[in-house]
Every structure is written in C-alpha cells, then in structure tokens.
C-alpha cells in the first residue's frame, strides 16, 4: 500500500474509535469525548496496540505516517494553546486581587509542593528522570505537572455543568487564568538554558519590541484581517521560541497572551476552538499516545501514576480549604472549586510533552503522567455534579 493510503488508515482510526466508544458506550458523564480521544491515543500506543500486535502497529504507525501525524498535531496544538493565551482576562482578576491571589496561589503551590515531594521520591529509582535533566528541573516539572488546571477544558466542563456563566464559575475562570499565566512561566524558566541565554534574551528582546508594533497594528486593522495577520503572529512567535531553545508551544502561548480577546468576535472564537477540537486536535491525542512507554514496569507505571493523582488532586483540595477558611467561604465552597481547578487533560497533557521533547522526563514518567491527568479529568464531573446539585442555591443565588 502506499504512504498515502496507510496516512489515511491511521486518520480513520484516529476519528472513528473514539467516536464510537463515546457514542455506543454513552461515556460521556465520565469521560467527554476529548478524554475518549486521549484514552484511544494511549490504546493505540506502542504500550498496547504495538505490544499486542506489533507488526500491525508498524505496518500503519511506520515512521513516515508518523512525521505527517506530528505535523499535524504540532499545529493543531500551537493553534489551540493560542486560543488559550488570547481568552486569558486579567481584568476581573486584577479587579479582584487579594481573593484572586490567595486562592490562585494556594490551589497551584501546594500540590506544587506535594508533587515536588513525589518527584523526588522518584530520584531514588531508575528510569524516570530524563537524560538531559538537572535535579531541580525534573522535580520542577513534575510538581507543576501536578498543579496544571487545564483552563480550555475546565471551561467546556463548567458549560457541561450550566455554572459557567454563574458567579460562581466567573471566580473560578479567573483563579485558573492566574495559574495558566503561573504554568507557562514556570516552564519557562525549566526550559531555560544557560549556553543559549543570549538566544533566549535576543527572542524576550525582539518579542517585546514586535508585540509592541502588533498591538498597534491590530487596532489599525477590519476584525477579519486580524485573524490572518494572528496566525501569521502565531507562526513567528513559535519559530522564535524553538530557535532560542524555549520550545515553539510557550511562543505559541505568548503569542496569544500578548493579544487582546475583544479584538476578535467572541462566537467566531468559540467556534474556533470547537472546530480546532473537532478537525485536529484528534491527532494530537494520538501522536500524544504514540509516545507512551512501559518500560520501566507496568505496575511501576500506575502506582507512579496513583501517587500523582493523590498528590494533585489531594493538594488542590487542601489549597482551596486554606483559601476558603482564609476567605470565609461558605461550607463546602472550597470542595466544589478544589474540584474543579484539579482538572488536567489537554494543558497537562501539552506541559509534559514538552518537558518529554527536551528530554528532561523518560517515556515512562511521561506515561504516568498522562494516566494521571485522564483519571483527574474523568473524576471531575461524577464527583462536582451531586456537590451542585447539594449547593445549588449557593451556586444560582435562589432565595
């Protein structure tokens, strides 16, 4: 068969099965249809799928349909992280600062610390820390790996949950954009590389200047040029960020948090975004799971994996009750947000592949990473739901 036709096997397995394990098995109180795709992408992985049938896995995943996917999902995921950094609003949180500080800063540095904690337990064993890591930056990035709200999805799941709009989900948006902001930074600061800190300088320097010049020019121009003129942005930015050694997905993220939303129409936005997820971003998930590796042990893997989840879901449930009893929220305030900002998927998800990219994480943290941002946002929605429904005259303000 020709490369084309196999390129075609692997999309029609990357968009078929998990639409019908989604659909048929009615999944989606437990696991939306983007967790789905990002279960079949670990399926479809060396570590199931090539395990099982190992030549059928390299008949269709052979290293030339895989420079193609890889392609593909590296722009669908630059698009996407860039939708993020644009829909970031400071505003409200600027406006709301001490409560928008403390709670941000509690729900993204405790389980900071707990999974520093984790991560230097696993120091003590083989075949987790990458080959090209320091100490710090490894213990670093697992810890911010377990302090990750993936802002996107927590967003499609407060709309699932009918709180988006509320006062409630308004607080919650902007507590996770503080630590969107906090997660990118610190990443940057991982990816920082001394033989090539005048790289880095010379890209910070030109992409100061430049936004500069952009923010003008966006002003000057009609809305339907502005998006051109963004993906344009989005290119370079990416490009500059790769070549100084940052990695092309944080200049992916500056280049939309340097933009403003209200330049854009916001239902086009959100269409963007749907769309984005819908056509693309499937490959990413299973260009994500193709890169998933058991090689250190399978049981290692998933307790590695157990112990994560704790530490994340548990750190953001202790930072949200100190914020609450700081704040004096109302009772079980503080569960329902802790909840919610735990959820990991698709940022999490991005935040390790890079972290696995510069090699300062193995194939096997990587995987029980992963495992752990699947299960965190598959508890999200079975376990706030009742916590809504108990608290709802809290959350919709009936007297």
Known sequence: ?????????????????????????????????VVVQIITGIVLGPGVLGASFPDYYQFVFN???????????????????????IELDLSQAWEHRRESAITAGLALGTPLALGCVVAVGLLLYPGWIGP????????????????????????????????????IGQRILRYASLDDIAIWGVLALIL???????????????????????RQLMRWLPEKDRWY???????????????SGLHFMVGAFLAGAVMDSHWFDQKQMDSLRHHVLLVVMPVFFLSTGLRTSWNVGGASVFIAAAVLLVASVGGKLLGTKIAGKILRWQAGEDALIGWLLQTKALIMIIFVNVLLDKGLITSATFTALLLMAVASTMLTVPVVSPKLQRMKEMVFRIK
């Open 1 to 33: 068969m020709s490369s084309t036709e196999i390129f075609l096997i692997a999309m029609t397995l990357i968009f078929t099965l998990p639409y019908l394990i989604w659909r048929v098995g009615k999944t989606e109180y437990y696991a939306p249809l």
């Open 63 to 85: 290293p030339q349909v895989i420079q193609l996917l890889n392609g593909i999902a590296m722009w669908a995921v630059m698009i996407f992280v860039w939708i993020a950094g």
């Open 132 to 167: 090209k890591a320091m100490t710090w930056q490894f213990v670093l990035g697992v810890g911010m790996a377990c302090a990750v709200t993936a802002l996107p999805i927590l967003i499609l799941l407060m709309e699932k949950l009918e709180v988006l709009r509320q006062p």
């Open 192 to 214: 920082m590389d001394w033989d090539r800190m005048g790289k880095q300088l010379a890209f910070l320097l030109g992409f100061a200047v430049l936004s500069y010049l952009l």
């Open 229 to 243: 003129v963004g993906l344009m942005w989005l290119a370079v930015c990416g490009l500059g960020a790769d070549w």
